[in-house]
């Protein structure tokens, strides 16, 4: 299969950078990530981890350079990566979150997509805007409706 035929088979893609208050990453969320990955929701693209330091400076995270507990937690992610994501990217990423803190960043094929994706493009449309409501302003507006 060449690449271009695989790209045209592939559900949308997105990414999300998700931040972690001091440093501490649990993996209370991986069980559930593995999931969605198991029932052929999503596909796991890229996984990567970084640290913003208190001084601003931005240092990625190897799953081998964990502590044992965080190590062990997100050892399954090892080698996740497509080359999607680059160093600009990390820097793009680290932007987004404060300093002493750090952020999984995960690239993500929507697989449950794919089939309505291939038949919009057959058809000759193309995907021109894309978003997400942030949870906050969903809140704010059913209070707003209350």
């Given amino acids: 299969m060449t690449k271009t035929h695989e790209i045209d088979t592939m559900g949308p893609v997105d990414y999300l950078v998700i931040e972690f208050p001091g440093n501490h990453m649990t993996g209370e969320g991986i069980p559930l990530l593995l999931d969605l990955v198991d029932r052929g929701i999503v596909r796991i693209l890229d996984l990567a981890f970084i640290r913003k330091d208190v001084d601003g400076s931005i240092v990625a995270v190897a799953v081998e350079d964990m502590d044992a507990e965080g190590a062990r937690e997100f050892a ?22 404060e300093p002493g803190n750090s952020a999984g960043i995960l ?22 805007a894309s978003g997400r409501i942030p949870v906050q302003e969903l809140l704010a507006a059913a209070e707003a409706n209350a």
Avoid: C, H, K, T
């Avoid at 399954?76 to 979150?97: K, M």
């Avoid at 038949?119 to 021109?128: E, I, L």
């Fill in 76 to 97: 399954v992610f090892q080698g996740a990566s497509s080359g999607l994501l680059d160093r600009d990217d990390l820097r793009e990423a680290a932007n987004a979150i």
């Fill in 107 to 128: 690239v993500y094929e929507n697989v449950w997509a794919a089939p309505l994706a291939i038949a919009w493009r057959r058809g000759g449309a193309q995907m021109v």
